[in-house]
């Protein structure tokens, strides 16, 4: 058989291995291409890891392959977040109204491990490691990659760009006239810290995910199965109060002192993970047409990179390959028709997820150490008890189920319509009986 019976995924992280377990499973080669040496080789990119947070859309993705209960042998549950006050105790907030749902922290790299491990070990599958892609023609499937050895050339009866944020694919169909696209980054960026484990235990409740909002910035940690903890600070990237203001170890021990007071004491290697570590950039992508040809795709980052805020980056792009899946089972495995397909039914959603994101980034920034917030959680947890099924928050159905992020938007619209109508009508009909009552008196 040749290189043009093969479907070619380019980038080998969490998108690209789902895909091609997807893909084998159909009964297709699947060329497996990615840049970096083999991960499971080697150790984490130093300050890069930012820990998934896995909910039900990517183990949706996961139980379709066999690899949920994997997977979640390795996973954390978090059940709610504590909000970490600059003075007085932290607080618990659960994420669902009984208390008993979880997101699950997992390490990116082992989660990468896992699903590089499943699709080596499918029929069909080849993974070539060490090859950056550096040219592509969308009319022919022709690739050109970098490597150790010098420049290889390969083709593909299908190419699939899974290469995340940064993606080459979509880069050189961009070189090529054959997309278009918009990057909108935020004036953040972020900064990797770790806890560790302090007298071989968690520091911190490991069922919770952690939160020290402060207004213009935070900080959130994410337990690890060695219960150590993996914080990321989502700070300014420029003013007085930013990234850039902390240059040394004396002001970086002042500037947490003040506004971190609690961590100083959990992370000893603080100073040094400030200093060392980089500072990540966020942004959302946005590119269109998702496909060239019918033979050239993107899917996940690749076509519609999304701000961490939310934990659905991953959850997203696996569930890009389950409708990519669909697709071509309903277009009788024709590219050409699966992939426009493919972009029609997930470019709102993946919209829509976009706009969540952002908006939850000022919610857990600037929100939830709100008492106004926190009874507003209450009440909302108060009516999904009272109308199960009826009444479900954005929160929920986000995390919690498989319904279209443009319908969680609808849906969450309409429900607040009809909660607004009610408190209306009630106050309307409290009015109108107190009326009554006191013209009752002035008439006996």
Known sequence: MSDMDEVAVVGA???GCLLACFLARRGLRVALYERRPDPRAGTA?????????LSERGLDALRRIGLDKQVMAQALPMRGRVIHPVHGNPDFQPYSFDGERAINSISRSALNAALLDAAEGLPGVRVAFGRRLTGLDPD????????PEGEVRARAAVVLGADGAGSAVRGRLLAYGSLTESLDFLDYGYKELSIPPRDGEFALDPGALHIWPRGTSMMIALPNPDRSFTCTLFWPTGG???????SSPAAIERHFAEHYPDLLSLSPTLVDDYLRNPVGMLGTVRCGPWQVNGRVGLVGDAAHAIVPFYGQGANCAFEDVVELDRCLDETGGDWAAALPLFESRRRENTEAIARMALA???????????PLFQIGRKVEHALERL????????????SFSTVPYAEVQRRVRRQHRVLGAAIAGSALLLGALGAALVNGRRNP
């Open 13 to 15: 992280g969490l998108a």
């Open 45 to 53: 990119e130093r300050g890069r890891s930012i820990n998934l947070a």
């Open 140 to 147: 022919t499937g022709g690739m050109t990659f970098e490597t």
């Open 240 to 246: 007085t109060a930013s990234f850039a203001s902390l």
């Open 360 to 370: 939850n980034f000022v919610e857990m920034r600037d929100k939830v150490a709100s």
């Open 387 to 398: 109308l199960p099924g009826r009444y479900v928050s954005r929160y929920e159905l986000v």
